[in-house]
């Protein structure tokens, strides 16, 4: 009795499963799904999901949905936090929304891209248990907006990170990964998927003025000339109503105030008190190729009781 090639039986079974995983990468391969709900598929690596947070003007890749905490600080500067980790891997998104207007005065891309990599360094002490030291970084631009590159590597591993100033949104992208060909392909892809919408709040009503903000590249910002005082309506001063109201407004060509929005709010009539005083301002308008351009910009307008009028 003949007994049954084995060999033979192995050698058709690997060439049928080796046609089987062909099949099915074939068919997966160069596919993107939109953003499904957080821990409904496991990340693998061809099928990646799209990804932008409710409000942002900005959108990019991920190889899962990940994880949400926000952070607001008395400064009225809310951080959003996006985090996921896959394998060995970690992939981290930092949204600094509504940067008040005094930070965007003070090196921004040294001081908020610092704080935006906070997290991704602590996580790379506590996994990899070494010190991260940064081997390159540079300036770059995006759809005409200012930001940063930057990589800081260990015996073991390595973290790219990118960093955009877009208007008033600050955003950070980091990926913590081993050395390794694969996963610098994947933090090569995370990083390139950012991109930029039209900002969600801007007037619809300015088109002349669009992409005009302090994140776009102009010769000389404007420069406030007055200072007009805002009134304190009897009601908020019976009721001891006191606090900062933040607003943006358009400054025209000429150096007026054409339009006025307001990002934050107090009681009792001061919400209109500081738009009047806003329309009272008048500026050395900012400057582009040697002319005069329309220009958005962030003002804050403080109620105090205790100063003097």
């Given at each position: 009795m003949r007994r049954p090639d084995t060999n033979s039986h192995r050698r058709i079974d690997l060439v049928g499963l080796a046609a089987?995983?062909?099949?099915?990468?074939?068919?997966?391969?160069?596919?993107?799904?939109q953003a499904a709900p957080a821990g409904t598929e496991k990340a693998n690596?061809?099928?990646w999901v799209k990804f932008s947070p409710e409000g942002a003007r900005f959108s990019l890749s991920l190889p899962a949905s990940p994880n949400e905490k926000t952070k607001n600080e008395d400064s009225g500067l809310k951080i959003h936090y996006y985090k996921l980790t896959t394998g060995l891997t970690e992939y981290q998104v930092v949204w600094f929304a509504n940067v008040p207007y005094g930070m965007l005065h003070q090196a921004p891309l040294n001081v908020l891209f610092l704080r935006g990599l906070e997290d991704i360094l602590k996580s790379a002490k506590k996994?990899?248990?070494?010190?991260?030291v940064t081997t390159r970084q540079e300036d770059i631009a995006l759809s005409g907006y200012s930001g940063r590159e930057s990589t800081m590597e260990s015996a073991a591993g390595r973290i790219d990170a990118k960093c955009l100033l877009a208007g008033y949104d600050f955003v950070t992208l980091a990926v913590l990964h081993p050395?390794?060909?694969?996963?610098?392909?994947?933090?090569?892809?995370?990083?390139?998927?950012?991109?930029?919408?039209?900002?969600?709040?801007?007037?619809?009503?300015?088109?002349?003025?669009?992409?005009?903000g302090p994140g776009t590249a102009v010769d000389t910002r404007p420069v406030p000339l007055n200072r007009p005082r805002p009134n304190y309506t009897e009601r908020a001063r019976k009721n001891s109503v006191q606090g900062v109201i933040r607003l943006r407004v358009l400054i025209d060509v000429d150096g007026s105030v054409k339009d006025v929005q307001l990002l934050t709010h107090l009681p009792d009539g001061l919400?209109?008190?500081?738009?009047?005083?806003?329309?009272?301002?008048?500026?050395?308008?900012?400057?582009?190729?040697?002319?005069?351009?329309?220009?958005?910009?962030?003002?804050?307008?403080?109620?105090?009781?205790?100063?003097?009028?």
């Open positions: 089987l995983i062909l099949a099915v990468t074939t068919s997966a391969a160069g596919q993107e799904q690596a061809t099928q996994s990899m248990k070494q010190d991260f050395k390794e060909e694969a996963s610098a392909a994947d933090a090569k892809r995370f990083l390139d998927s950012l991109s930029l919408a039209v900002n969600p709040g801007q007037s619809s009503g300015v088109a002349s003025g669009a992409g005009i919400d209109d008190e500081a738009a009047k005083a806003a329309r009272q301002l008048r500026f050395r308008p900012a400057t582009r190729g040697g002319q005069p351009v329309k220009f958005w910009q962030v003002l804050e307008v403080e109620f105090n009781l205790r100063a003097k009028r």
